[in-house]
Nanobody, 122 residues
Framework: EVRLVESGGGLVQAGGSLRLTCFAS????????ISWVRQTPDKGFEWVSG????????YYADSVKGRFTISRDNAKNTVYLQLSNLKTEDTAMYYC???????????????RGQGTQVTVSS
């Protein structure tokens, strides 16, 4: 059974930082690219970042480029998202996802975890 468990969210002031963690199990982690996506009630889902299976290639939405950094440790079945210089518009539920096509804002067949809430105050 595919399982993704996110953690690390919280309440932070604008300009602050957080590191999100996603632990994966139930599949051969090193065979799959992983995405981070976020969801808000008004905008729905937004793809944020993706990383290739070996970690060599990383991709970012324009809205977070230069502020967020994705990485992974295949020995630990874990992917990270470092959030820096946070803005109030980054407030969302953040999910890691398997089988989520990069740059797509909706992938109904992708696997997602339960999410971790990031709230940025002004």
């Amino acid at each position: 059974e595919v399982r993704l468990v996110e953690s690390g969210g919280g309440l932070v002031q604008a300009g602050g930082s957080l590191r999100l963690t996603c632990f994966a199990s139930g599949f051969v982690f090193s065979d799959y690219a992983i995405s981070w996506v976020r969801q808000t009630p008004d905008k729905g889902f937004e793809w944020v970042s993706g990383i290739s299976n070996d970690g060599e290639y990383t991709y970012y939405a324009d809205s977070v480029k230069g502020r967020f950094t994705i990485s992974r440790d295949n020995a630990k079945n874990t992917v990270y998202l470092q959030l820096s210089n946070l803005k109030t518009e980054d407030t969302a539920m953040y999910y890691c996802a398997k089988d989520w096509i990069f740059n797509s804002n909706w992938e109904p067949m992708a696997y997602r975890g339960q999410g971790t809430q990031v709230t940025v105050s002004s």
